[in-house]
């Protein structure tokens, strides 16, 4: 006598159908099924064909463009056809693949006053590259440092914050702490008020 | 050698970059001041991205008389890019790597037809 228990274990056994046998090689009629879709090539109106073509065209939907090929009884005729005419194309076709776009920083508008500030720019460093050193008196050197400063405060303030110089090359540290000491001393602070200030306000 | 069709030239505004797979090579093309520039973007130091990386312009050295040092500064007639990996540096008119000459990258010559820009490979 059996248990009910065995009884259920040994139902879905009975149940189950054999795995299919894994063949280790394809049958005759297989092999020469795939050889002939080798010979023939992609078949016009497949869905193999409706691939390539969106492929080709990237606009194109799956099922909008497809190479239009007239359909003949003639399997071999028809085969050679389309493959003939899709290799024509494809030399053609870009074969290009545009990896990345990466744009350049050179896209940002200058404003007329940045166009002119550039030159003014320029126009000192090759006059101090010539050893002209005074081609800014200094009254217009104080004008031009003290804008300068309040309009790069005011726009710290305000969030818009960015490097004050484009690069590390751009000034030597030894100019750096020219300047800066030269502007601390302008307004009667010391090393010490500033490194307070910065601990304080947290910058 | 066959021309291959890129983008149009008006999708390319100066200073941008576009980097192309056409076949197994990589080229990174450049716009600079009106003119194309087309470089392998496998760095010739370890393979990197050489043509992603930054492009800035050639930094050179004001000399006094007695060649002592007068300043750093911006060479805006020169040009380069820089490979984000470690830093090879190369001059973006001839694909030269700038510490040492002899070391070129592959250039490629582009051809603009119209408003269509084609790579010769």
Known sequence: ?203 | MAEQFVSKASEFKDGDRQIIRLGEQEIGIFKHEGKFYAYSNFCLHQGGPACEGLTIAGVKEHLREDKTSAGLYFDEASMHFVCPWHGYEYDMFTGEQVADRKLKLKKYEIVQKGDEVYVVA
Do not use: H
């Open chain 1, 1 to 203: 006598m059996s248990s009910p228990k065995a009884a259920a274990k040994a139902a879905p056994k009975a149940a189950r159908k054999p795995a299919p046998a894994i063949s280790a090689e394809p049958s005759k009629s297989e092999k020469a099924a795939f050889l002939k879709a080798m010979m023939e090539g992609i078949k016009p109106g497949s869905l193999a064909a409706q691939k390539s073509a969106a492929k080709k065209e990237p606009g194109a939907r799956l099922l909008g463009k497809v190479p239009k090929t007239k359909a003949s009884p003639a399997p071999k005729a028809a085969a050679a056809k389309p493959a003939r005419t899709s290799a024509k194309k494809a030399e053609g076709a870009p074969k290009v693949e545009i990896l990345r776009k990466i744009s350049g920083a050179a896209g940002v508008a200058r404003t007329p006053e940045s166009e002119r500030a550039f030159a003014l720019a320029k126009e000192l460093e090759a006059a101090l590259a010539d050893g002209k050193l005074d081609l800014i008196q200094p009254p217009a050197m104080q004008a031009l440092m003290g804008a300068l400063c309040k309009v790069y405060s005011a726009n710290e303030d305000s969030g818009n914050r960015y490097p004050i110089l484009a690069g590390r090359a751009a000034v030597t540290g030894t100019d750096v702490m020219i300047v800066c000491g030269a502007l601390l001393k302008a307004v009667d602070l010391q090393v010490f008020e500033l490194g307070m200030w910065q601990s304080w306000a947290g910058r």
